[in-house]
């Protein structure tokens, strides 16, 4: 240790050293804690906004292709567009189940 000739000086070395140390483990529990939970908050705030803008654009294009089938292709008689995007929506889902399929099988086969 060094040698102090009075004690104010010794104080106050004392004192930098608690504060440097009190510093290092501020950056310290920052870049192991708030740092990783801070990208993660980001992430999940982004993934959210990024699903409620991909259902808005879903509904407004089925909107938009009820109204434009319904207006030109079948002129009024909108059972038919309702009858179409309803075929459509099958077709999606019928592909969508047999795809889950394979996902589904090998989740079970882990368990």
């Given at each position: 240790m060094a040698e102090y000739p009075n004690e104010a000086e010794e104080q106050r070395d004392l004192a930098a050293r608690a504060a440097q140390w009190v510093d290092e483990i501020?950056?310290?529990?920052?870049n192991k804690a708030v740092s990783p939970l801070f990208w993660i908050a980001r992430a999940i705030i982004f993934g959210l906004l990024g699903?409620?803008?991909?259902?808005?654009?879903?509904?407004?294009?089925v909107d938009a292709l009820v109204k434009l089938l319904d207006a030109y292709?079948?002129?009024?008689?909108?059972?038919?567009?309702?009858?179409?995007?309803?075929g459509l929506a099958l077709i999606v889902s019928?592909?969508?189940?047999?795809?889950?399929g394979k996902y589904r099988l090998v989740s079970r086969a882990s368990m």
């Open positions: 501020a950056k310290f529990l920052q699903l409620a803008l991909a259902v808005v654009a879903g509904v407004l294009t292709l079948f002129e009024g008689r909108v059972w038919i567009t309702y009858f179409v995007i309803g019928l592909f969508a189940w047999r795809k889950m």
